[in-house]
């Protein structure tokens, strides 16, 4: 019998291998936990974008949250990563921020790898951006997306200077959106400023098939499709 470590156990590990694969497996419980990412099999990282984007400020620790400056430097390393091959977004997300939010999404768009996103439950508002952002998309028959104009909380200065920085802001967001799906911009903002869908509000939802048939997102699908169109495009 030689030393501890060198034991081979039924499956051909020793105790090491066994120590390491154990801290590997926690490593990524910590990530998922923590950050909403994992790398799976195949060289594929997981990222989820998930409640509401959180910007600049914090948001209650009982909200669900997607925080930007964990994000942002993943989305760089994933890029510099020789190891990873392809990216799969989750989307689940109310909306949020729209500086952080457009911020991801040009993340993801300027990627070398290939992406592909599938919308489950929602992306709605700024999620769109991120959604589209994507070489691929799906969305679940149940998905739906909601695209609706800028919206601000808090004390608003009623000058004509606020309205044309809010148009400002949508031109971004619909000039992204339109540039990254095969929906037309004037339809977009038909639908963003639909007065006769949502209660006390302008905007627009699409559920599944609509966001498809709209040109938001590319394919009706779940999990397996999304997964096996980034190991084709792999």
């Keep these: 019998m030689g ?3 060198k034991i081979l156990d039924d499956m ?15 490593a990524q419980n910590d990530e998922v ?7 799976m099999g195949h060289r594929i990282h997981l990222i989820t974008i998930i409640g509401e984007v959180e910007g600049h400020e914090c948001l209650p620790s009982n909200s669900k949250t997607t925080k930007y400056e964990h994000i942002l430097p993943q989305l760089a390393a994933i890029e510099d990563s020789r190891e990873i091959e392809g990216v799969l977004v ?4 109310v909306g949020g921020d729209v500086e952080a939010g457009l911020a991801i999404a040009e993340m993801i768009a300027s ?3 290939p992406t592909v996103s599938l919308v489950l439950g929602g992306s ?8 589209v952002s994507t070489d691929y998309s799906f969305i679940v028959e149940t998905g739906t997306m909601v695209i609706h104009p800028v919206r601000m909380n808090g004390t608003v200065i009623g000058a004509p200077q606020t309205y044309d920085y809010f148009r400002q802001m949508q031109d971004r967001i619909l000039g992204f959106i339109a540039g990254h799906c095969s929906a037309k911009r004037e339809r977009l903002e ?8 949502l209660t006390k509000d302008l905007g627009s939802i ?3 098939r609509q966001a498809v048939e709209e040109g938001l997102i590319d394919q009706v699908g779940g999990i397996s499709d999304a997964i096996e169109k980034l190991h084709g495009m792999i």
């Design 3 to 5: 030393e501890p470590e």
């Design 12 to 26: 051909g590990m020793t105790q090491k291998d066994r120590e390491e694969t154990k801290e590997e497996k926690q």
């Design 33 to 39: 936990r923590e950050y909403g990412q994992l790398t």
């Design 90 to 93: 989750l989307l689940n997300t």
């Design 111 to 113: 990627l070398s790898k």
């Design 124 to 131: 709605h508002s700024i999620g769109i951006p991120i959604a």
């Design 190 to 197: 038909e639908l963003m400023l639909d007065t006769g869908m």
């Design 206 to 208: 699409l559920v599944g």
